[in-house]
């Protein structure tokens, strides 16, 4: 058995795209109730590793945590949603993009069920504590939950947000 050989950072760049995505407008993760700016950061983050864009309120604290969390320090693709969240998501959906909710309801579907995006789709993320308000879920096309077998009601907003934006983005 041969030792596995780590690939260099220039293969990774080579065999990944070259530079940043822009806004491909295709994934959109939208945690437009936050109550912790590490969770923007961290969320930041996989966007840029699934391809997917961030939409975040515009709140005096957020540029401040999204700078902090962007630990890849180049331009990223970033929407400010100002106003009423409900009337954003509203905007989306008659832009043609596919509401999905990460939230625990009668009608969710389980996380291993859900398939790859194939068109704009908007993934709102509620926080830890209170979810997603009922001004959201009124909005959402599909809910999705992510099964535990521990104690917790559930995921912090990034972690969860993550594991739902790489399975939508089709890497896993």
């Known amino acids: 058995m041969t030792a596995a050989r780590l690939r260099t950072r220039r293969e990774l760049r080579t065999q ?9 407008n295709h994934l959109i993760a939208a945690p437009l109730w936050p109550k912790h700016g590490v969770n923007l950061g961290t969320l930041l983050r996989t966007c840029d590793a699934t391809g997917a864009c961030l ?9 401040e945590a999204l700078e902090r969390g962007n630990t ?33 309801t009668d009608e969710s579907i389980r996380l291993a069920d859900l398939p790859a995006a194939r068109r704009r789709t908007v993934v709102v993320l509620g926080n830890e504590g209170y979810g997603i308000p009922p001004e959201g879920l009124d909005h959402l096309d599909t809910a999705v939950e992510i099964p535990m077998v521990g104690t917790g009601a559930s995921l912090n907003v990034a972690v969860a947000g993550s594991l739902v934006l790489y399975k939508l983005a089709g890497l896993c």
């Open 55 to 63: 939409a975040v309120p515009r709140l005096p604290w957020v540029p």
């Open 72 to 104: 890849l320090r180049h331009r990223q693709c970033v929407h400010w949603v100002s106003g009423r969240a409900d009337r954003w998501l509203d905007r989306q959906r008659t832009g043609g993009a596919t509401i999905l909710g990460v939230e625990l």
């Open 16 to 24: 990944r795209r070259p530079r940043a995505h822009g806004c491909w």
